[in-house]
């Protein structure tokens, strides 16, 4: 069975510029969440979709957006790109039960990298 | 064998008890990262170290470079810490995952 995908593994661009960045989810599963890396901090959360809905965002600006599609495969779209938006973006998918433990299954991730 | 292994599994104690979770990685590496899952939300980063020892109120987490070995300790434990931990190391622009403890803190 194939585990979480994203695309593109490597991806660059300029200041200003806006980025897509694509997950599709381990089939069978509702909930996507999309995370940033940047070099020297921990793993920050972005963004949690589920069913097509938003149900979660962390603390970034308006400029990070995405949606989640009805065959739960999502996009993240950054806009207006800064030099610090730089960073790996993970992606990872569960099935939300709402019971105690939920199991986050992790894509490779994108490198997102503004010149 | 995996690159980044976690021990124990699973790990159920009692209130109060101190608390350890190990994990060794075998690959070169810029970074350990120590994260905390808690039911229903999103993975929450805990610390990230390059060398020595961080300390953020009851949590405590230590690097030994030479030995790949990290720990995490959480001081007089309360059910509020349950959920799972997991370890990850940062290698070649890369996110390598330990499998994650799944801790229970019994009141």
């Known amino acids: 069975e194939a585990g979480v995908t994203q695309s593109p593994t490597h991806l660059i661009k300029t200041r200003g510029q806006q980025a897509t960045l694509r997950c599709s989810p381990i089939?069978?599963?509702?909930?996507v969440y999309w995370y940033q890396q940047a070099l020297g901090l921990g793993l920050q959360f972005l963004l949690w979709?589920?069913?097509?809905?938003?149900?979660n965002r962390g603390n970034f600006p308006p400029r990070f957006s995405g949606r989640q599609f009805p065959n739960y495969s999502s996009e993240l779209n950054v806009n207006a790109l800064e030099l610090e938006d730089s960073a790996l973006y993970l992606c990872?998918?569960?099935?939300?039960?709402?019971?105690?433990?939920?199991?986050?299954?992790f894509g490779a991730g994108t490198r997102l990298s503004v010149l | 064998k995996n690159e980044v292994e976690q021990s124990p599994q699973n790990l159920t104690a009692q209130e109060g008890e101190f608390i350890t979770i190990n994990c060794s990685y075998s690959?070169?590496?810029?970074?350990l990262h120590w994260l905390q899952q808690h039911p229903g939300g999103g993975i929450v980063s805990l610390f990230m170290?390059?060398?020595?020892?961080k300390k953020h109120g009851r949590l405590i987490a230590t690097i030994n470079i030479q030995e790949k070995h990290s720990s995490l300790h959480i001081t007089a434990s309360h059910p509020r810490d349950s959920a799972v931990y997991i370890c990850?190391?940062?290698?070649?622009?890369?996110?390598?995952w330990g499998a994650g403890t799944k801790l229970i803190i019994k009141p």
């Open positions: 990872a998918s569960s099935l939300w039960t709402g019971e105690t433990k939920n199991i986050q299954y």
């Open positions: 089939s069978g599963h509702t909930s």
């Open positions: 979709y589920d069913e097509g809905e938003e149900r």
């Open positions: 690959v070169g590496i810029s970074a």
């Open positions: 170290l390059s060398s020595g020892k």
């Open positions: 990850a190391v940062s290698s070649n622009y890369q996110l390598i």
